[in-house]
DNA sequence: CGTGTGATTGACGCCTGTCAACGTCTGTGG
DNA sequence: CCACAGACGTTGACAGGCGTCAATCACACG
């Protein structure tokens, strides 16, 4: 067998373990391996458009994408963050539609590309491994169906705090407990589906309240009870 | 083999021949014959509860069942319609989750239960339809990522629209030109995700605007390139 | 015919989007 | 090293969309 080209070991990947790749067989992942191929994307580049067909999906090692939606408007409507594990574009492929997003990087990132065909090899006869993409689908759409409702129902306000909660989840805080992502305000008025001043309106007010403190994009959650309190949900 | 204890015959059901069921073989479709089990539900009954574990999928034959959340303050947001051939439930079994709508019949409904241990089985012993499941899952995804676009960023007044485009994409008009689903303001308005006097107000004004007709619950639509054009939508 | 649910209308005001002006920062090129 | 351009952030003013409350009307059902 032809060794791969790519500097990525996938047997190797610490991502392999909790991924849906951990229900594939030894001589899977090594087609696998020879299949994929291995980029690095430097920040603001596409990975691929909203409404074009797309011939693989996205393994992530390192690195964030984001995934938006355009509007009527032109108004972007960011509908999720992937990062290291998540693997994106496969709905697409599946549904046999073309991408319902567009995938943008934010922050530079490795990941490797796996074509269409072997997804669907994969999927056509690996019951565990087309069982957990299943699995996956049916999680993304539960999330989402959480999310029509938040947006339908809660003020921005409440949905600013809810994101910041959600980001500090995903993200996770660095060192001075800030979160780890970096966001413009035109970003974080994307996801919470607001105006950007709205957003800077309230992040003062959160600020003032001394529930988070502001420097530069860096926010830091100095109250998470307060902001829990105030996206009024239950989790 | 025992026969089946009920009325409905799903191998000449005339959903069959749409549905994921045209993907399983004879042998297959017997078994859910033999386990499935065919019930009649009238208005206003719940098949099952937001929060939830349940332990079947529903086919529907007939009727209309609306799947809403409920929010924090204890406001509803219809999530979808299921009426015939649709499948429900499935994605809560998959995914390992509590159900994360509660499903209400507002047609009374006629529909085949088939325990989730039978999904299971045959998720992971059919190819064909396990994909035929995932790609129904994929495209149910990015219906939502639309929703929350269109949520996010259009007004009341384009939603309403839209939604009432909808509506009839999906029921199709009676005899008379009316749309075929008959709802409270209230429950548009949970679809739109507004306040019922609000839906009212709008309906009011497509009336003045001669977009619609209305006649009690009954709404007819009789300008549709205006309501089109109304709720800003390429579609 | 009474009762209750849903529909309608009006009044009111706040939340939030828009527009405009200005401040801040970063990176590039001279 | 400095100046400038352009992107991003901030603040204020303003209006109007839309939610809320309350009262009344319409209709169906026992």
């Known amino acids: 067998m032809k060794s ?22 030894d001589s899977e992942l090594e ?27 996205y393994c992530i090692n390192s690195g964030i994408i984001k995934l938006f939606k355009t509007g009527v408007v032109g108004k972007d409507q960011i509908i999720k963050f992937a990062s290291k594990g ?28 796996i074509p269409a065909s072997l997804l669907l090899k994969l999927v056509n006869s690996n019951q565990n491994f087309s069982m957990e993409i299943l699995k996956l689908a049916c ?25 910041l909660i959600i980001l500090k989840d995903q993200f996770d805080l660095d060192k001075d407990g ?9 970003e974080l008025a994307s996801i919470v589906g607001t105006a950007t001043e709205s957003v800077i309106r309230l992040l003062s007010e959160f600020k003032a309240d001394k529930l988070v403190e502001l420097k530069g994009k860096k926010i830091k959650i100095i109250n998470l009870p307060g902001l829990i309190k105030l996206s009024n949900t239950f989790n």
């Open 31 to 57: 087609e696998v391996e020879y299949e994929k191929s291995c980029n690095f994307f430097k920040k603001d580049n596409y990975l691929y458009h909203e409404g074009t067909r797309i011939n693989g999906f």
């Open 178 to 186: 800030n979160l780890q992502i970096t966001l413009t305000r035109n």
């Open 139 to 163: 999680k993304e759409l539960g999330d989402a169906n959480n999310f029509i409702t938040d947006i339908a129902q809660k003020t921005v306000r409440e949905r600013l705090a809810e994101v």
């Open 86 to 113: 998540d693997i994106i574009g496969y709905r697409s492929i599946l549904s046999q539609e073309p991408a319902c997003t567009t995938a943008k990087v934010i922050e530079d990132t490795s990941l490797c590309y």
């Open 4 to 25: 791969p080209k790519q500097d990525h070991d996938c047997n190797a990947c610490v991502h392999k373990l909790n991924s849906i790749f951990s229900h594939l067989t």
